[in-house]
């Protein structure tokens, strides 16, 4: 296994947009209360363009309806992307993937950014195989 993905402009990471609801919400109410989750994905393509539409397609191929606890018939929908962003530098461990500029904003703020590693690790879901 190799240690080092090289990284030739091809490689990007594109968040996907999806919701969750009931499937007999009503569409017509755009302020509705939906469960929403931005998902990164690692995408391998020739160019940002060519990403889009590669992580467009996994969306779209990822909706799916299921019965959650309360017999209530619910879906997953592919809403759209957030971002494209390149990456870099090679893939290994310890390099940058993307970053985030937040600004020029005081110190008081930068702070409170960070999350303490007890929170941070609580929140992972334990790997299941």
């Not at 990471?13 to 469960?35: A, F, G, K, M, N």
């Not at 390149?86 to 937040?102: H, K, R, T």
């Amino acid at each position: 296994m190799k240690d080092r993905i090289e990284n030739n402009g091809n490689w990007f990471i594109v968040e996907i947009i999806e919701s969750c609801e009931p499937v007999s919400s009503d569409q017509t109410r755009d302020l509705r209360r939906l469960q929403v989750h931005g998902n990164y994905i690692l995408i391998n393509a020739e160019n940002a363009k060519r990403a889009y539409e590669k992580a467009e397609k996994i969306g779209r191929e990822n909706e799916y309806e299921f019965e959650n606890t309360d017999n209530v018939k619910m879906k997953w929908k592919f809403e759209g992307i957030s971002q494209v962003l390149p990456i870099y530098d090679d893939i290994q461990n310890g390099n940058e993937l993307f970053y985030c500029d937040y600004g020029q904003i005081s110190s008081r703020r930068a702070k409170k950014i960070v999350t303490n590693k007890k929170e941070i690790l609580e929140n992972i879901k334990p790997y299941k195989s």
